[in-house]
């Protein structure tokens, strides 16, 4: 239905550069469009009270989440960030948008991304392996797997490049990871494929950058609990989550020696909390750990000697206690001895 006229009758509004709409919304996923129009709404209201708390309760978002959207639009040079010395943001600043060097290509998305595969007609399967631009994309992904593709491989691989967006080095470089890592089956590639795409991660450098944060925490993690496996779908998320909140390998798998200490296993929601409460006290170095042990055992050792000795309350205490001394004790033993025996 063509010719159809856009028009509102309410002059309030709020400003949209083009450029966003025409380059940089079409590939980035829902949140983090909902963030950018968020601070294009607190524009025209600078005396509105704001935060990432703010943001959060406002787009029904966790903290988390506002802060992933906000490194993402950075590395697009969507917006710039400042920091403070507690190591928060203090500054947003939006930039003028441009058409980007390389232009992606434009496919609005008027639903969100399916989570499986669709079922392509023949003819689409075909149409696509006879194209100049993905036919060589097809032999290069043979060439990984090792074999000749079946309908589910070209199947994917047509989602990945019309559905995701993916370009074709992006695929490639998919490709690798995974058959790196010994997983080579469809699903597998399918679930790393999306776990990419709701990260914004479009393009290799991106996915080169995710993969060495990931395999460090996971190295960290592994030596802490000794899985000697790779991690499964829910584990895979604690790591992604640590990886995003910025932790050092080396203060992840401090935080899981703990957990396993806890616990007495390799319990990743401990380790999760753990985290979660040195990132809230802004805990960056071994030696910030360090500090908020000394403070927490300076709190506990103060609450103890506050508190008054306790005596259980037994019908043993409820009589009065005598200290006896050594001659005490000797004759107390004479006295006894000395009894006749009755019995």
């Known amino acids: 239905m063509d010719g159809i006229s856009v028009y509102s009758e309410d002059t309030r509004t709020t400003l949209v550069p083009n450029e966003f709409i025409d380059y940089y919304m079409p590939r980035a996923n829902g949140t983090f469009v909902k963030v950018y129009l968020y601070l294009l709404r607190c524009l025209t209201a600078p005396e509105a009270k ?149 990260e914004g991660i479009d393009t290799v450098e991106k996915a080169e950058e995710r993969s060495l944060q990931f395999d460090s925490c996971f190295t960290a993690v592994n030596r802490a609990f000794a899985l000697n496996r790779a991690p499964g779908v829910s584990e895979r998320r604690f790591l992604s989550r640590w990886s995003a909140l910025g932790f050092s390998s080396d203060l992840i798998e401090e935080a899981c020696s703990r957990a396993l200490l806890s616990t007495s296993r390799p319990d990743f929601k401990y380790a999760d909390k753990i985290l979660e409460r040195w990132h809230d006290n802004n805990v960056h170095t071994m030696s910030d750990i360090k500090k908020l042990d000394d403070a927490h055992n300076a709190r506990v050792s103060k609450g103890q000697a506050a508190e008054p000795k306790q005596t259980g309350n037994n019908r043993f205490n409820a009589f009065p206690q005598r200290d006896y001394s050594g001659n005490d004790l000797a004759a107390l033993e004479s006295a006894l001895l000395a009894r006749p025996n009755s019995r």
């Not at 058409?99 to 008027?110: D, S, V």
């Not at 993905?134 to 032999?139: E, F, P, R």
């Not at 060439?143 to 309908?151: A, M, Q």
């Open 50 to 198: 704001f935060g990432i708390s703010v943001i959060a309760d406002a787009l029904e978002e966790t903290e988390k989440d506002i802060l992933r959207a906000l490194r993402y639009w950075e590395r697009e040079n969507v917006l710039s960030l400042t920091w403070n010395e507690q190591n928060d943001i203090s500054g947003i600043k939006l930039n003028r948008l441009t058409k980007p060097m390389k232009e992606p290509a434009l496919r609005p998305q008027t639903s969100p991304v399916p989570a499986k595969v669709p079922e392509y007609s023949p003819e689409q399967l075909e149409a696509f392996a006879d194209r100049s631009d993905t036919g060589w994309l097809l032999h290069a992904a043979e060439g990984y797997l090792e074999r000749l593709l079946k309908p589910a491989d070209v199947q994917l691989i047509l989602f990945l490049h019309d559905e995701l967006n993916f370009s074709n080095e992006l695929i490639l470089h998919l490709y690798e990871y995974c058959v790196s890592r010994g997983k080579k089956t469809p699903s597998y590639i399918q679930k790393v494929a999306l776990s990419w795409h709701e």
